[in-house]
């Protein structure tokens, strides 16, 4: 018999309260009231994402979030959306998200059809043998995509096969899957402890407890069990490191760094976001005026923190011609250690800090923001539902844990991918 265990205020956050209902079966509702938005979103996380793939499974998770979208004969998704509701569903390493926006007026009508179609997986064997050939299809145009070909080629070198593998699985795995590896990954990981629902809107008088308690009494797993939770470490794992030169048909030449970088409660994980702000936030950034109006090598660069709850990774990429390679890697080994030896870079720390600071102010400006860092806290076991926490993080961060993190990257191994055309 399914019971709610106990539902309780967990923090008064920027705008609202939070309340947080634990049921028997391990299920987890967070409910935000943020006074002054009209609209509402609602996020259904699993813990169900690629890293618990074994390696016959790779892809399963993707192949289900797809076969959810299946509706047989009630149309539930053409009622939400003629209902003025926006769905749509991710896979990631560690969770998989369904998603629906819509007005907070229409919670109490729409929350029950949302969660009745995602709570059950129901799929004809014709739909399976379609949506099978789109995720093929799928797969096949993301190799099409060189950044990405670029980005899933580094996770793969470094992480072990556990987070490295790709989220979509390889087309000759996916080829083989039958109705029943879906259904066994299914039954295993997509159970009501691994279950987080986030509810962010503006409707006073709504309360999407009951709704969800008589959903899951209806469609999930009554057995009493604990709620299923990732660890957040703070550490940096050092990763597998490559120097590699991909060859395919581009007009122009991409060029990646990895480092070592942050698990996702990294006590210094501030550290890395100021020094990247340094380097490639804005016209100002460092590594803008080095590469693009001083020498100039390139036309884009960018930057990415990919922290999760064990690991990290930290990959800057540049899109250049082949004859400027071997001048940007010296140009960004340089700019570490002008980083982690001088002051010059480091003389905008207290403004960058304060910009991160407003940037979380406009970040919760956004019911979408709000919904995935309390499903994150949740996930993570982060307990930062305080906006002054994060302040405080951020403020903790000095010139000199700045320059610890530049000169830990250059003076350690990292991975170097170009991705260019052969030469005639």
């Known amino acids: 018999m399914l019971k ?13 309260p939070i309340y947080r209902s634990l049921y028997s079966n391990g299920a987890v509702l967070l409910e935000h009231k943020a006074v002054g938005f009209v609209g509402a979103k609602v996020n259904l996380n699993y813990l169900a994402g690629a890293i618990f793939e074994n390696e016959e499974q790779e892809g399963l998770s993707h192949f289900i979030e797809h076969l959810l979208f299946k509706d047989n004969v ?38 029950p059809v949302f969660l009745e179609f995602f709570l059950q997986l129901k799929f004809t064997d014709e739909q399976f043998r379609k949506e099978k050939k789109v995720i093929i299809q799928e797969l096949k145009e993301d190799k099409d995509d060189h950044e990405a070909e670029g980005l899933e080629y580094l996770f793969e070198k470094n992480f072990n096969r556990k987070l490295g593998h790709r989220i979509g699985g390889r087309i000759s795995q996916v080829q083989k899957y039958k109705k029943e590896d879906i259904l066994k990954y299914y039954k295993k990981f997509y159970t009501p402890d691994r279950m987080v629902l986030t509810i962010v809107h503006g409707n006073e008088g709504f309360s999407g407890e009951k709704i969800f308690f008589d959903k899951l009494q209806g469609y999930s797993s009554l057995k009493d069990k604990d709620p299923y939770r990732l660890k957040a470490f703070d550490k940096i794992t050092k990763l597998k490191h490559v120097n590699k030169t991909y060859y395919r048909k581009v007009e122009s030449t991409i060029q990646y ?18 020094l990247d702000e340094i380097l490639f936030e804005g016209l100002s950034s460092v590594l803008f005026k080095k590469f ?44 570490l250690e002008e ?12 403004q960058i800090k304060e910009r991160l600071i407003d940037s979380w102010h406009l970040a919760f400006d956004s019911i979408d923001e709000r919904a995935e860092y309390l499903a994150d806290n949740e996930i993570y076991q982060l307990n930062e539902l305080d906006i002054d926490m994060i302040q405080e993080k951020i403020f ?14 250059y003076i350690n191994d990292y991975s170097r991918l170009t991705i260019t055309r052969k030469d005639k």
């Open 74 to 111: 009630s149309n539930l998704i053409s009622q939400l959306e003629l209902a003025g509701a926006e769905v749509n569903a991710y896979t990631y390493k560690e969770n998989v998200c369904f998603e629906m926006t819509c007005l907070a007026s229409k919670l109490d009508k729409l929350l």
């Open 396 to 409: 903790m961060v000095d010139v000199k844990s700045v320059q610890s993190v530049a000169k830990q990257l």
């Open 257 to 274: 760094f990895s480092f070592n970088g942050p698990a996702l409660n990294y006590k210094n994980f501030y550290a890395y976001v100021i």
């Open 339 to 350: 980083c982690s030896n001088s002051l010059e870079h480091m003389a905008d720390i207290e």
């Open 4 to 16: 709610t265990l106990k539902t309780e205020l967990i923090t008064d956050f920027n705008k609202g």
């Open 292 to 335: 693009r109006e001083e020498l100039p090598l390139v036309y884009g660069l960018g930057s990415i923190i990919n922290s999760f709850s064990s690991c990290g990774n930290y990959i800057m990429y540049f899109n250049t011609q082949k004859k400027n390679v071997d001048a940007i890697k010296r140009g960004v080994i340089e700019t």
